[in-house]
């Protein structure tokens, strides 16, 4: 694979870049009939503008809500609280929440675009792919000739074949090339940034290894910003800049992946690594989370995930910690931060970047 | 191309089944017409010869019932393949000209019907389920639920009783008898039209106060499920207009399922025009089945049979090929579950 | 994870050894006995709570049910065993079931009727005749009652001859597949070309049928087929999961594969298309007896007495007597509203998508089914 170094090019590109959507005290909350269920947990996330982020975090984590409420899109009886604000590239700042609704209309997909899990739900059976970008370019009121020639050209640089493709019904493309166009209308009305949930779940490895490649592509060819969310920590270490580790419905870890990968300050992530298939480790010594992710009901108090931690102690069970710097590009919410690294100690080296290994 | 083909041959192996099978059974039916028709005959001119006056019968009837069957049989289809039906002596007629009277008109009900029924089934049914849980959710559940507990004739019944007598208006404009006003000749005629779909409104009525309410609860369903779609879900994030994913996307996809419904409503409605036209004194191909089975008349009821197979055949060939319209899935799809 | 009844609960701690690991027969006294209560639970009491939960069902398990009893009652009172006129005298009523022929009230040309008795009384109009009576002085109401042992019996054999037939067609075609499921399904394919009535009616004037249970199967003779397509449809499909196909690489037989992982899943098109057939039964009946296509000699069916009041009686002419054929729809209606509300009923019951929606919790779905790919470490 032909992955560039990006960490070098991109560190200098972030510590410079301004934001583009800024989250402050985030939260959706789902009334329910066993109480309420707090789904996203009081979320502070900068996203900077040229950066691709990777949000990563284990099943239920809450991490589809956290895209959902980046386009204010969170479903029905949810409720979304909290500041949201967008950075065009030229014009003032937009406070997402309180849009219009046809402001909002122009601002998902327009400005803010997003790439769902499941390919082959997220198109209508019954129309061809050819009348999902037309709609969406009428829709808009974008040009439709213009659109449409930056449909094709969209789906080339996916390596597709634009005619076949925009031709085909959705069950007619096999699932990597139903991803692939999917992304190319997301894109299709030059959204600065491009929100991903989960896009390469369905498929196969080779298939997601090719969508990462050709997604870094599409980044600098058009400009973009990506927030790329998955469960699938190493895979998304080989793309992002910049990452954010979820557990129970917060953000408990954040920092450029370098800083994640070989010093990786709270409890969890580190878990997380080490459980982590990796071809050079002994199957021995992988190793499992004990205990499970908690239910949004019932949150624990103090440190959510004192229950799972070896170094949970009083002070966990009675309070929440906050954010400690780390470094300037790196905080971590955990208490005891410092001994993290010594308690639970990695299983194998990590590689400095996981580029490094490969590319050379 | 191939699907059509395969297509086409199983509505033709359809049509000789069913033709054979009702041929077989026809002939098994008790009475016979030729023999008290032959004795009527011959009591009113005693000088006849009965065996002349038989084969004079019989030669116009195209099918000896004493022949053997498998000699019926052929002839009969012979006789069918040269498009001939043959005649009867209920009706006094060619088979021919009578079904040519008739079932046009049958078949004007069934569409007439049809349409009412779908265009008010699927939009009542995508209405509710927008709507899920309102007042006029429930109400309509409810509504539906009770008139589709009423059989068709039943609901024929109490439109004649309650609409079409009572002094007033509604006999004026909705006759509860005949096809036709007095006096008005089949023509491109205004009078003809109107006295056509006049005549033909509360039998078809009939059906579709009756069947709405399942089709719609059913369309209901369907709605909510789609609306339930990830594929809703994007849409709408893509800012396309409601009207838009209410149309392309809910009801498209919310009525494919419905078509099985939609086949087997043709069966049942044509196949009920026996006992409505009854009631309604619609003189359409069903009104005849009462007559053909009274006395015995099998060449008339064969022609019935077939006829009406012939049209639900038809209608279900038409619907498969606009289904293949529907969903692109059905036309690529190798075995083709079009059902 | 999918609906596959599950033994292993139950019989766990008696499997120590693996080569036994699927040979129930020996391994468990104990298990069996709990094993049948769970099934028992799971199928019945289970389903029975949910379904009096729902309105609808109830309201259609009350009608049903009180049709029943009357006509077990009925059907007694017909062979001898005069029970609800036992009842109903000690309770006082007005009302007692007699036969409803013309010689009870009046005489054989509609005179000197007994006291209590008129000739074409209306409705509502003396409690000793709740429903009227008719021209010839008979009970309406008694006749009602008189016909329902005999309805209830077509509806019956009418419901399990079209839903067996279809199962049976419906499964095999679509489990066997290749040359049978082309066959069966054309087969199908023809019998749903069939106008249904016009066929029921020249068999019907073959076989000229009395027998109740003869004429509910003769009435659903083609009704099997729309039913047999759905079931071959959700066969195919069915017979494609993961825990079907991992009973077949396991060796179990065909039979043991249709009744173990199939037909459980089909319970639920069964139970509504068992429904709709019985109301099918009761609209053609009905139907045919009202047109005197069916020969009758009293009255011994609903239908007979709308064809008495339309053929004989001129119910439909304007002025005509139309209490004498309305009456006798009001039971028809009814009875059909009662499977109608099941059927709905029973669709919700098996249909969890429409019951968690209107639950409302569709949060913990939602993230579950985003993450439901596999994720060997974090389990």
């Known amino acids: 694979m032909s992955t560039h170094n990006t960490t070098n090019e991109s560190g200098e590109m972030y510590s410079a870049s301004e934001t583009i959507i800024e989250l402050r005290n985030t939260e959706v909350v789902f009334d329910m009939s066993r109480g309420v269920s707090r789904v996203l947990d009081n979320v502070d996330l900068d996203i900077r503008r040229g950066e691709i982020l990777g949000v990563v975090g284990e099943s239920g984590s809450g991490k589809s809500m956290l895209a959902s409420a980046m386009l204010d899109a969170v479903v029905d009886p949810g409720i979304l609280s909290g500041q949201i604000t967008y950075y065009p590239d030229d014009g003032d700042p937009v406070n997402v929440l309180g849009l219009s609704d046809e402001e909002l209309r122009r601002l998902r997909w327009e400005d803010i675009s997003m790439v769902f899990q499941g390919a082959m739900s997220s198109f209508n059976p019954t129309m061809s792919v050819k009348g999902h970008f037309v709609e969406t370019l009428e829709a808009h009121e974008y040009d439709r000739e213009e659109g449409m020639e930056r449909a094709h050209e969209l789906l080339s640089d996916l390596y597709l074949d634009p005619e076949r493709v925009l031709e085909s019904y959705p069950h007619e493309l096999s699932g990597g090339m139903r991803q692939r166009a999917l992304i190319a209308l997301s894109v299709v009305l030059e959204p600065d940034l491009l929100v991903m949930d989960e896009p390469t779940a369905a498929l196969d490895l080779l298939m997601q290894r090719s969508i990462l490649s050709l997604l870094e592509g599409l980044k600098e060819k058009y400009d973009l910003t990506m927030v790329f969310i998955t469960h699938d920590l190493p895979l998304v270490a080989e793309l992002a800049n910049r990452m954010a580790v979820m557990y129970a419905f917060e953000l408990v870890e954040k920092g450029s992946t370098d800083e994640i990968l070989q010093n990786a300050a709270h409890p969890y992530t580190r878990a997380l690594l080490n459980s982590t298939p990796n071809l050079d480790a002994p199957l021995s010594e992988m190793t499992s989370i004990e205990g499970s992710a908690p239910d949004p009901v019932n949150v624990p108090e103090g440190c959510s995930y004192h229950p799972r931690c070896p170094l949970a102690d009083e002070q966990c069970v009675a309070e929440a910690p906050d954010f400690h710097d780390v470094s300037s590009s790196h905080q971590v919410e955990c208490f005891h931060w410092e001994d993290a690294a010594e308690a639970i100690p990695f299983n194998i080296e990590q590689p400095s970047s996981p580029e490094e290994g490969e590319a050379r | 191309m191939n699907w059509y083909v395969k297509r086409t041959g199983q509505a033709l192996f359809t049509l000789w089944a069913v033709a054979s099978l009702a041929f077989f059974l026809t002939r098994q039916m008790p009475g016979d017409q030729v023999a008290t028709y032959v004795d009527q005959v011959i009591q009113n001119n005693p000088e006849q010869d009965p065996e002349i006056v038989r084969s004079n019968i019989v030669e116009q009837l195209m099918i000896d019932p004493n022949a053997p069957f498998h000699e019926a049989y052929i002839a009969y289809f012979g006789e069918l393949l040269s498009g001939n039906l043959g005649w009867s002596i209920e009706a006094q007629k060619n088979l021919n000209t009578l079904m040519a009277e008739t079932v046009p008109w049958t078949l004007f009900v069934m569409a007439l019907a049809t349409f009412g029924l779908f265009g008010i089934s699927l939009a009542l049914g995508a209405i509710m389920a927008y709507k899920e849980g309102s007042l006029f959710d429930l109400s309509n559940t409810l509504l539906g639920m009770v008139t589709t507990s009423i059989p068709y004739y039943v609901a024929g019944i109490l439109l004649i009783i309650y609409i079409g007598y009572p002094e007033g208006v509604f006999t004026q404009y909705f006759p509860v008898r005949y096809k036709l006003p007095d006096g008005v000749d089949p023509g491109f005629t205004l009078a003809f039209i109107s006295g056509a779909i006049r005549h033909a409104t509360l039998p078809a009525l009939s059906y579709v106060i009756t069947a709405y309410g399942l089709l719609a609860l059913s369309m209901r369903g369907n709605s909510i499920q789609v609306l339930g779609e990830d594929y809703v879900r994007v849409a709408q994030l893509r800012g396309l207009p409601d009207r838009r994913i209410a149309l392309r996307y809910v009801g498209r996809n919310a009525v494919l399922p419905l078509y099985t419904s939609l086949l087997l409503s043709i069966g049942f409605m044509l196949g009920a025009s026996v006992i409505l036209e009854q009631i309604f004194v619609y003189q359409g191909v069903g009104y005849w089945m009462d007559r053909a089975v009274q006395y015995t008349d099998i060449p008339l009821m064969m022609a019935i049979f077939l006829m009406i197979t012939v049209s639900v055949v038809i209608a279900t060939y038409i619907a498969d090929l606009t289904y293949g319209y529907l969903d692109p899935r059905i036309k690529s799809g190798d075995e083709g579950e079009a059902y | ?379």
């Open chain 3, 1 to 379: 994870m999918k609906v596959k009844p599950t033994e292993e609960d139950t019989a766990d701690d008696v499997r120590t050894d693996g080569g036994q690991m699927f040979d129930d027969a020996e391994s468990t006294d104990v298990g069996a006995v709990q094993e049948y209560k769970e099934v028992l639970y799971e199928g019945l009491v289970a389903p029975a709570k949910i379904a009096w939960s729902d309105w609808r069902t109830k309201t259609g398990i009350i009608i049903l049910g009180a049709f029943v009893l009357i006509a077990i009652l009925s059907d007694l009172h017909q062979n001898g065993y005069t029970i609800l006129n036992d009842f109903l005298g000690i309770v006082g009523s007005p009302w007692e079931l007699t036969k409803p022929s013309s010689a009870f009230g009046c005489d054989a040309n509609g005179n000197n009727c007994v006291a209590g008795y008129e000739r074409s009384r209306q409705p509502f109009e003396n409690w000793q005749t709740p429903l009227g009576t008719d021209p010839e002085g008979r009970d309406i109401f008694a006749g009602i009652v008189w016909a329902t042992p005999r309805m209830l019996r077509m509806v019956l054999a009418g419901g399990v001859f079209s839903i067996a037939v279809a199962t049976i067609v419906g499964t095999v075609a679509g489990y066997k597949g290749g040359v049978v499921n082309t066959v069966l399904m054309t087969l199908t394919d023809v019998a749903m070309s069939i106008p249904g009535l016009p066929l029921v009616i020249v068999i019907v004037a073959i076989l000229d049928p009395t027998n109740p249970y003869l004429i509910g199967v003769v009435v659903t003779i083609n009704v099997w087929a729309g039913l047999a397509r759905t079931i071959q449809a959700q066969v195919l499909s069915l017979r494609e999961q993961s825990y079907v196909e991992a009973s077949r690489t396991m060796g179990i037989g065909t039979p043991s594969i249709i009744q173990k992982d199939i037909l459980p899943n089909l319970m639920p098109y069964i139970m509504v298309n068992f429904v709709y057939s019985a109301r099918r039964v009761i609209y053609d009946t009905v139907g045919l007896y009202f047109l005197g296509f069916l020969s009758y000699s009293t009255i011994a069916n609903w239908g007979v007495m709308m064809n008495w009041a339309y053929a004989n009686q001129g119910a439909l002419a304007p002025s005509g007597p139309r209490y004498l054929i309305i009456v006798p729809m009001a039971p028809i209606v009814l009875l059909s509203f009662g499977l109608i509300l099941l059927s709905q009923g029973t669709d919700r019951l098996f249909n969890p998508r429409v019951r968690t929606r209107h639950e409302g919790d569709t949060v913990e779905d939602h993230e579950m089914d985003d993450d439901d790919s596999v994720q060997p470490a974090m389990a």
